[in-house]
């Protein structure tokens, strides 16, 4: 059973490009979240969502960011605009269940130049 | 609004030690409990899940404790090893929400 999975690995744009990030939830896994984690800070909670829903995107800065997880395929974390600050790894989860154990994947590590 | 703190944020111990990593938070109405391991470079790993009605959780050399009335939890690592080096994380899960908050992580070294 393969774990989560994310890509691309590693993502390097220059500022005013556009950043697209895309997780693929375990088998059997319908909730999905992102997080990020800011050098040299902690990983901090982005948004959540079911299959088709946005169910909790308290975290997500309003402007630039938007996330998806469509009926088929994967979850995309898109990021308009990408400034300096932006820079980050970013994780997705996925559990079965809401509340459920997370299981996290290996992370998208974003450079903006 | 949740705040989880993690002390120490960095330890050093020889090979061979007994070590204890801990975890504080300040709303204890959290549904469960997860300790994470974190590679330099890498994504997480769960390492063990304690729900809110349990006191302790095991694995192999890991104990994990919870005690929710007073917001603490300790990692608990038997005869620690170089290959336990990594950060570790906790971070809880509240009844309210829909997301883990996590702590800053402890930053263990066990030297050879």
């Known amino acids: 059973n393969a774990g989560v999975m994310q890509n691309p690995r590693h993502l390097v744009r220059r500022r005013g490009q556009e950043a697209r990030l895309r997780c693929s939830p375990m088998?059997?896994?319908?909730?999905v979240y992102w997080y990020r984690q800011l050098p040299e800070e902690g990983l901090k909670f982005m948004v959540y969502?079911?299959?088709?829903?946005?169910?909790?995107e308290s975290g997500m800065p309003k402007e630039r960011f938007s996330a998806e997880f469509p009926k088929e395929g994967p979850s995309i974390l898109r990021i308009q605009q990408v400034v300096r600050g932006d820079s980050a790894a970013y994780f997705c989860?996925?559990?079965?269940?809401?509340?459920?154990?997370?299981?996290f994947g290996p992370g998208t590590r974003l450079t903006v130049t | 609004k949740q705040e989880v703190t993690q002390i120490p944020a960095a330890l050093s111990v020889p090979e061979g030690e007994n070590l204890v990593l801990n975890c504080s938070f300040t709303d204890s109405a959290i549904y469960n409990l997860q300790w994470f391991r974190q590679d330099p470079g890498k994504g997480l790993t769960s390492l063990l899940l304690?729900?809110?009605?349990?006191r302790e959780q095991t694995s192999g050399r890991l104990n994990a404790s919870l005690d929710k009335s007073s917001g603490r939890s300790t990692l608990y690592i038997a005869a620690s090893q170089p290959g336990d080096s990594a950060t570790y994380l906790c971070?809880?899960?509240?009844?309210?929400?829909?997301?883990?908050?996590f702590g800053e992580g402890t930053q263990l070294t066990v030297n050879p």
């Open positions: 989860a996925s559990s079965p269940q809401m509340r459920y154990e997370q299981y």
């Open positions: 971070a809880v899960y509240e009844t309210s929400g829909s997301r883990l908050t």
């Open positions: 088998k059997g896994h319908s909730h």
């Open positions: 304690i729900q809110s009605s349990q």
């Open positions: 969502l079911q299959k088709e829903n946005i169910i909790d």
